[in-house]
T-cell receptor, first 112, second 115 residues
C-alpha cells in the first residue's frame, strides 16, 4: 500500500525555468511533509518541510505548497539550475513522529 | 558541525552471514533512524531509537535489529543474510526538541551486497 506517491518517475526542465515536482498521499494521519534531494552514492539531503497548519513554505528558490483537501503537495524550484539535477523524494509523517514514509522519487534533469 | 557518519561505506557478505553497521549522529541529536533503500521498494523505514530505546519499528523481520548507546551512536545488525538484503542502508539523525517535528539528516549510507 503506497501511502505516498510520486507519479512522475522523471522530469526534464530547461535551465532557468520552473521545476514542479508533485506528491500525493493517502494517510490522513500525515501532517508533516518533507522534501529531500538525493545524488547517486550519497544520502538524501533535506530541502524544505511544511506542516499541515500551513499551505505554503518558502526557502530561497524552493517553495512547497500543501493542499490538504486534495492530499497533494508540490515542490517548486525557481529558477532551475544544473546543480538541481538529482532524484527528489517527498516524505510524510504524523507530527512528532520520526518514522518517515517516502515516495518513490522523481528524477529531475535540468537541461542547460 | 560534522554530519552523520556511517561505517563501513561498502560491505560484501555471503548468504547466511551476519553484519553490523554503525552510525554516528550529528552532535546533539538524540534520535537515530535507519532506512533501507532498494531499487524495487524505495526508501523504507526500519526502526528509530531515542535515548537508547527503540521507539518506532517498521515492517521488517526480526533478523533486523538495532541498538543505541548512551552517546547516541547506533548500530544495526542483520542476521542470516539473504540475497534480498542487498541494499543501501541509511542512517538519519534528528534533534527531537520540544517542537516535536524535526527534520532528519541522513548519512551517506552503507552499501551492502549479499552474494
Amino acid at each position: 500500500d503506497q501511502q505516498v506517491k510520486q507519479n512522475s518517475p522523471s522530469l526534464s526542465v530547461q535551465e532557468g525555468r520552473i521545476s514542479i515536482l508533485n506528491c500525493d498521499y493517502t494517510n490522513s494521519m500525515f501532517d508533516y511533509f518533507l522534501w529531500y534531494k538525493k545524488y547517486p552514492a550519497e544520502g538524501p539531503t533535506f530541502l524544505i518541510s511544511i506542516s499541515s497548519i500551513k499551505d505554503k513554505n518558502e526557502d530561497g528558490r524552493f517553495t512547497v505548497f500543501l493542499n490538504k483537501s486534495a492530499k497533494h503537495l508540490s515542490l517548486h524550484i525557481v529558477p532551475s539550475q544544473p546543480g538541481d539535477s538529482a532524484v527528489y523524494f517527498c516524505a510524510a509523517t504524523p507530527f512528532g513522529n520520526e518514522k518517515l514514509t517516502f515516495g518513490t522519487g522523481t528524477r529531475l534533469t535540468i537541461i542547460p | 558541525k560534522a554530519g552523520v557518519t556511517q561505517t563501513p561505506r561498502y560491505l560484501i557478505k555471503t548468504r547466511g552471514q551476519q553484519v553490523t553497521l554503525s552510525c554516528s549522529p550529528i552532535s546533539g541529536h538524540r534520535s537515530v533512524s535507519w532506512y533501507q533503500q532498494t531499487p524495487g521498494q524505495g526508501l523504507q523505514f526500519l526502526f528509530e531509537y531515542f535515548s537508547e530505546t527503540q521507539r518506532n519499528k517498521g515492517n521488517f523481520p526480526g533478523r533486523f535489529s538495532g541498538r543505541q548507546f548512551s552517546n547516541s551512536r547506533s548500530e544495526m545488525n542483520v542476521s542470516t543474510l539473504e540475497l534480498g538484503d542487498s541494499a543501501l542502508y541509511l542512517c538519519a539523525s534528528s534533534f527531537q526538541g520540544l517542537a516535536g517535528a524535526n527534520e532528519q539528516f541522513f548519512g551517506p549510507g552503507t552499501r551492502l551486497t549479499v552474494l
